[in-house]
């Protein structure tokens, strides 16, 4: 099934400790999302690539970057971890942008900063 | 104010029962709506599309009303598996805005 795969699930890593999460997708989708979900909030926009175009979000720290090396992977690198950075991270895909832009969310890593 | 609006809940219903939620958008150029169901500790997954006045799929009912600015989901004879959260998201120029989402509890 065509599907958004992340790794790993549960990421645990330690006070400014670099940490990378990996999204894949068999969709074949244009289009890539990070998004930062914390407690009882709404996921909240990182950046995206349309293809090789990266998009960042105005407010996104700069201590989170993102690479796309295929139309298939995106990563989250986070540099140095904080404990606020702890949440729930969440990759999406859509085929295009603008109106009828569905996406489609994968799983999530739930990530801890110790 | 929030870009979307919801009322969090929860909202505690018996099972049969038909449960209404709605949402309220600031920016008038939202070009379409989705709802999404997001079950705890789960990722949100696509539960409906809107893009005119309206779309119906089984249970699930989602109507717009542009000119208020409003979206409501309306589920008929809930079931327990019906139990998540609901978001609801304005599509503004290929930005998903996410409301806070309302929380729906189905009891026996």
């Known amino acids: 099934d065509a599907m958004v795969i992340q790794n790993p699930r549960y990421q645990v890593t330690q006070f400014g400790k670099p940490v990378t999460l990996s999204c894949s997708q068999t969709?074949?989708?244009?289009?890539m999302y990070w998004y930062q979900q914390k407690s009882s909030q709404a996921p909240k926009l990182l950046f995206h690539?349309?293809?090789?175009?990266?998009?960042n979000e105005a407010d996104t720290p700069d201590n989170f970057q993102s690479r796309r090396p295929n139309t298939s992977f995106c990563f989250l690198d986070i540099r140095s971890p904080g404990l606020g950075d702890a949440a729930m991270y969440l990759c999406?895909?859509?085929?295009?942008?603008?109106?009828?832009?569905?996406?489609?969310f994968g799983p999530g890593t739930r990530l801890t900063v110790l | 104010r929030k870009e979307v609006e919801q009322d969090p809940g929860p909202f505690n219903v018996p099972e049969g029962a038909t449960v209404a939620f709605n949402c309220t958008y600031s920016?008038?150029?939202?070009?379409?709506f989705f709802w999404y169901r997001q079950d705890c500790r789960k990722e949100p997954k696509l539960l409906m599309s809107?893009?005119?006045s309206g779309n119906e799929d089984g249970r699930f009912t989602a109507q717009l009303n542009r000119a208020s600015q409003y979206i409501s989901l309306l589920i008929r004879d809930s079931k327990l598996s019906d139990s998540a959260t609901y978001l609801c998201?304005?599509?503004?120029?290929?930005?998903?805005?996410f409301g806070q989402g309302t929380e729906l509890s189905v009891k026996p």
């Open positions: 998201v304005a599509n503004q120029g290929g930005k998903l805005i």
């Open positions: 969709l074949n989708h244009n289009v």
């Open positions: 690539y349309y293809d090789k175009d990266f998009n």
């Open positions: 809107v893009y005119s």
């Open positions: 999406a895909t859509s085929r295009i942008t603008g109106v009828g832009n569905e996406q489609f």
């Open positions: 920016n008038s150029a939202s070009q379409s």
